[in-house]
């Protein structure tokens, strides 16, 4: 069973434009909300993280939204560039222990 | 550079060939992982080690076999694997405490 359902699958964005990306759980358990961001041929590196006594956190151009009420949280990718295509997932665990159970992913293409 | 060194980066083995994956990591943390990453799947989480001992063993098959020496090394000792197994294995380390995952840079491996 899957614990955290990602969407879309893929998304292309204009440079300059707003990417959003969404990410849904069943475990009202998990307190620890991170986003990984994966080049080709790299593996996973942490990008931002939150945790539920916070409805939003920014970093830089990247933001986390979080409604604890709907059991969801997206990513929002401001000023996209295309050195930001790059594969992202979604995650969630309890307590940032170490069983972080990953969404699909999600293919961000940013074009010129 | 993560600080997390995998070996060897690619792998072809047949499915009567015993192969290792081998891992590093000189971040000083004290918690270390092995997950697979198949096209199209979430992470999947196989073993964790948590301060050498296995705290963790998500049914996976006992043809993976890992193995933790100390802290800063792990191994994945690969025995009569099957062509679904054609994956990326991916290493990870954390402090336990921070549940920020630092992860190699993959071992790519085909069965044939």
């Known amino acids: 069973q899957q614990q955290v359902k990602q969407s879309p699958q893929s998304l292309i964005v204009q440079k300059g434009g707003i990417s959003i990306i969404n990410c849904a759980y069943e475990?009202?358990?998990?307190?620890?909300f991170p986003w990984y961001q994966q080049f080709p041929g790299k593996g996973p590196a942490l990008l931002i993280a939150i945790r539920p006594d916070v409805s939003e956190k920014k970093e830089g151009r990247f933001t986390i939204s979080f409604n604890k009420s709907a059991k969801q949280f997206s990513l929002h990718i401001m000023d996209s560039q295309p050195g930001d295509s790059a594969t992202y997932f979604c995650?969630?665990?309890?307590?940032?222990?170490?069983?972080?159970?990953f969404g699909k992913g999600t293919s961000l293409l940013v074009t010129p | 550079e993560t600080g997390v060194t995998q070996t060897p980066r690619h792998l072809v083995m047949g499915m009567t060939n015993k192969k290792s994956l081998k891992c590093e990591q000189h971040l000083g943390h004290n918690a270390m992982y092995w997950y697979k990453q198949s096209a199209k799947k979430p992470l999947e989480l196989m073993f964790v080690y948590n301060f050498k001992e296995q705290t963790e063993n998500n049914s996976v098959p006992s043809r993976f076999s890992p193995e933790c020496p100390n802290s800063s090394h792990l191994f994945l000792h690969l025995h009569t694997l099957q062509p679904e197994d054609s994956a990326l294995y991916l290493c990870?380390?954390?402090?336990?405490?921070?549940?920020?995952?630092?992860f190699g840079e993959g071992s790519r491996l085909t069965v044939l």
């Open positions: 475990n009202t358990a998990f307190d620890y």
């Open positions: 995650a969630a665990s309890i307590n940032s222990g170490y069983a972080l159970n």
């Open positions: 990870a380390s954390s402090q336990v405490s921070t549940g920020e995952l630092f």
